[in-house]
């Protein structure tokens, strides 16, 4: 007797699709690029309601070629909407400049606090793009936590000593620069920790 005539459905899952770095890296960046553009020509206020408005459907759509939900934007969609609210409400643009504080010091505290409690978040940050042994995934958080402080602290200088023009500029293209050459000096770190698939014996506590 088939599933259907017992008057049961064959259980589905949603499948984990590996997407092209250079789609993913469009969803991600596309936003920033359109709330860059939309602040040079009509302002913050326009720019951050624009933000919100697009923040959710590209999260939409990582979802859909990813088929999950990615933590970090989810994240990061959540505050794009409370500090962009809070900054149309009370027509005040520090709220939008000041998210990126609390999104980074949240970065960097829940990489810290999982760690005390024997977890590693990284790996599934990472999505499984680097295999690396317990030992590597330990340095590279604690080294993506305080990169994590650093931009948080970093933002906080540089909100208040630049204009909202460049300040938008550093957001969009400066941490991005940033965070660029960091990964790249983890590179070392990463090699030296690598587990190659065909000899992967160790297990990963989540």
Same mark, same amino acid.
């Given at each position: ?56 459907? $590209? ?85 993506? $936590? ?16 630049? $204009?909202?023009?460049?300040?938008? $500029? ?37």
């Amino acid at each position: 007797m088939t599933q259907e005539a017992a008057g049961t459905r064959p259980e589905t899952k949603t499948a984990k699709r590996q997407v092209p770095r250079g789609l993913k890296f469009a969803v991600e960046l596309g936003p920033l690029i359109l709330f860059f553009a939309i602040n040079a020509k009509w302002g913050i206020f326009t720019a951050t309601a624009t933000l919100m408005l697009v923040v959710p459907i $590209s999260l939409g759509v990582a979802w859909k070629l990813a088929g999950r939900m990615p933590v970090m934007p989810m994240v990061t969609a959540a505050l794009v909407i409370v500090f962009g609210g809070l900054t149309l409400l009370l027509n005040d643009e520090e709220f939008i400049k000041i998210k990126v504080t609390i999104l980074y010091a949240l970065f960097g505290a829940a990489l810290l606090i999982a760690l005390r409690f024997n977890r590693l978040l990284l790996p599934i940050v990472f999505d499984a793009a680097i295999h690396l042994d317990d030992n590597g995934w330990r340095k590279l958080t604690w080294r993506w $936590s305080f990169f994590f402080f650093f931009l948080a602290g970093l933002n906080e200088v540089l909100r208040h000593a630049l $204009s909202t023009d460049q300040w938008v $500029s550093f957001k969009v293209f400066g941490i991005v620069a940033l965070t660029f050459v960091f990964v790249l000096t983890q590179a070392p770190l990463m090699l030296r920790h690598e587990i190659k698939p065909e000899d992967d014996t160790s297990e990963t506590h989540f």
